[in-house]
């Protein structure tokens, strides 16, 4: 069936410091693939996405790259503030006409100053 | 600028009994996904509606389902509470049916006793 393997499960790195995320999913047709970040008791909120058409794509800190053959993508955070402190979700969603996620377990972040 | 809304934020139920989620998404949404998050998990995705209509179903009992108005906003009910039940309950809004943006709610976090 479909699922999303995320690693590590959790993560600490140093003010500065890069830290990178990995995610691995099942249904090679999948076309989608959003990351979000949840802090202690909020909400979801996406950061990044990237769409199958595109390997790699970046936002200032923030950089996702996506590897169709292997069937694997990657959040990369440069710079790690202690802000950036917080749970962090892969997604990828699979073909058909809905806008199902499959979520990976989630990688716990901890930026120390 | 209204975000995703959902109630109730906190519910506590009795093994047995049923409960209604209820979820507005932004304004001009038109689509709504329902998640169960449990402690320590990703989402998992339970169902979502567009245009009114079911476009999504997750791997849950039919005790679960859910229901999309007019105005968008939706409701989902759960009969026969059991233990396992209890989880943090996510809506999700989207502008479109698939590949987009899903905003999220601050959940609704059910405990069942």
């Known amino acids: 069936g479909e699922n999303v393997e995320q690693h590590p499960s959790t993560l600490s790195v140093q003010e500065g410091d890069s830290a990178v995320i990995k995610c691995t999913y099942s249904?090679?047709?999948?076309?989608?693939f959003p990351w979000y970040k949840q802090e202690l008791g909020k909400r979801p909120q996406l950061i990044i996405d990237i769409r199958s058409n595109v390997g790699e794509k970046k936002d200032q800190r923030i950089a996702v790259t996506l590897n169709k053959t292997a069937k694997h993508f990657s959040l990369h955070i440069t710079e790690t503030q202690p802000e950036d402190s917080a749970v962090y979700f892969c997604?990828?969603?699979?073909?058909?006409?809905?806008?199902?996620?499959?979520f990976g377990q989630g990688t716990t972040l901890q930026v120390k100053p | 600028d209204a975000g995703v809304t959902q109630s109730p934020t906190h519910l506590i139920k009795t093994r047995g009994q049923h409960v209604t989620l209820r979820c507005s998404p932004i304004?001009?949404?038109?689509?709504v996904s329902w998640y169960q998050q449990v402690l320590g998990q990703g989402p998992q995705f339970i169902f979502q509606?567009?245009?009114?209509?079911?476009?999504g179903r997750g791997n849950f009992p039919d005790r679960f389902s859910a229901r999309q108005f007019p105005n968008y906003s939706s409701e989902l009910n759960v009969n026969a509470l059991l233990l396992g039940d209890s989880a943090l309950y996510l809506c999700?809004?989207?502008?479109?049916?698939?590949?987009?943006?899903?905003?999220f709610g601050q959940g609704t976090r059910l405990t069942v006793v």
């Open positions: 997604a990828a969603s699979p073909p058909g006409n809905t806008g199902k996620l499959i």
């Open positions: 999700a809004s989207s502008a479109g049916l698939q590949n987009t943006e899903a905003f």
């Open positions: 509606y567009y245009e009114k209509e079911e476009r």
């Open positions: 304004s001009g949404h038109k689509s």
């Open positions: 249904d090679s047709a999948s076309n989608y």
